[in-house]
């Protein structure tokens, strides 16, 4: 089936005043719909580039276009189709409870107070984390945290979630409890996209596998190829190793 190109990015670089290329000519497409893993080791690259094509960042050189703008003329349409799950998803946190919480998205979009409500329960329900609704935000574990932090994404109407070292510091419920959200956003359509280094996780999820190595895109396919390629420099370990196949990567 044709899927609509979600991001194009042209030959983007990023150069840092102190010298370091963080990304270097980096040519991808990223469809709708999909799951895509983008791994690497720490300091690849990844999260440099999901923080260019959300606008978070600006790149040295190249061009990203979202849904076919160019991404300086899509930023509207970008804030409410895609939201970001920080790695650090304490940062995110800024209601006391967890409703309100997940309202402030739909709050700043100026949507009708029972329009907000809807949204909000319907998006607590989707997170995992109905009967918390007054639960003090700050009070939540790890992977509850990460669960917030898509709820106000799905409150706000958003389709597509970015998220950036989705297991960092969590045991292994927090893993389950955010592998549990990954698997209902699937099912549900919506596009996600995870950086992680730890393929064993969640790769049984993916549609789709890149490997960044040095700021560069070294390899790029369903994930089972891209696993036959890799090689000991991408500083990415083949989960296959100690799973028998993709499928049975996953903790849940």
């Not at 945290?145 to 109407?157: N, P, S, Y």
């Not at 958003?158 to 950036?164: A, K, S, Y």
């Not at 190595?213 to 991408?234: F, I, M, N, T, W």
Request: hydrophobic share 40%; glycine share 10%.
């Amino acid at each position: 089936m044709d899927r609509n190109p979600l991001f194009s990015i042209r030959r983007i670089s990023k150069i840092f005043p102190s010298g370091h290329a963080a990304l270097s000519g980096v040519d991808m497409e990223i469809e709708a719909g999909l799951c895509l893993v983008i791994a690497g080791a720490n300091g690849s690259g990844k999260t440099v580039l999901m923080k260019i094509i959300t606008g978070l960042a600006d790149a040295s050189s190249g061009e990203v276009f979202f849904e076919g703008v160019p991404l300086d003329r899509a930023v509207k349409s970008l804030r409410q189709s895609v939201g970001l799950v920080f790695q650090d998803a304490d940062t995110q946190i800024i209601g006391e409870t967890v409703a309100e919480d997940t309202a402030l998205g739909p709050k700043n979009l100026k949507l009708p107070k029972n329009t907000v409500d809807e949204r909000v329960s319907g998006a607590i329900k989707a997170a995992g984390l109905e009967g918390k609704a007054d639960f003090p935000a700050r009070s939540l574990s790890g992977g509850e945290k990460r669960r917030l932090a898509v709820a106000g994404i799905l409150a706000m109407g958003c389709q597509t979630i970015i998220m950036d070292e989705p297991f960092a510091n969590l045991d292994w419920p927090g893993v389950r409890s955010v592998l549990q959200i990954v698997a209902e956003l699937k099912r549900d359509g919506k596009t996600v996209i995870i950086l992680t280094h730890e393929l064993e996780k969640t790769l049984a999820f993916a549609d789709r596998l890149v490997i960044i190595c040095g700021g560069r895109v070294v390899r790029d396919g369903e994930p089972e190829a891209v696993l036959d390629g890799l090689k000991p420099e991408y500083g990415v370990r083949d989960p296959r190793c100690v799973y028998r196949t993709v499928k049975d990567c996953s903790w849940l």
